[in-house]
């Protein structure tokens, strides 16, 4: 009796196992719609606050150079155009993050 159960035993763990998952239909949360919204309104001030600083800054750019002082706006330009870079790569990153 033993050794029908050891080869029971056997047979059973030898072969494959294929467990079958349906493919499950992905479901919205209850607040998306609320909450896509909010993004869509974020990514528009993110864009507008990001044409409005280089235009600032290209602004302050001319008049440092027709006033003569010192040039301290070019690193505001490098640095508006690189939080654009950030923020617009952000929405491309997360798209890649999430599958």
Partial sequence: MLSA???TVLVH??????AQISNP??????VADKLM???RYFTW???????????????????EKW?????ASPKMVAGAMIGGI???SA???????IG
């Fill in 5 to 7: 159960f050891h080869d």
């Fill in 13 to 18: 763990l030898s072969s494959p196992v294929l």
């Fill in 25 to 30: 239909t992905p479901e919205t949360p209850p």
């Fill in 37 to 39: 919204k909010l993004v």
């Fill in 45 to 63: 001030f993110v864009l507008l606050s990001g044409v409005l600083g280089i235009t600032f800054a290209g602004g302050r750019f001319a008049w």
């Fill in 67 to 71: 006033s003569g002082s010192g040039l």
């Fill in 86 to 88: 950030i923020a617009t």
């Fill in 91 to 97: 929405g491309t990153i997360m798209n890649a993050a």
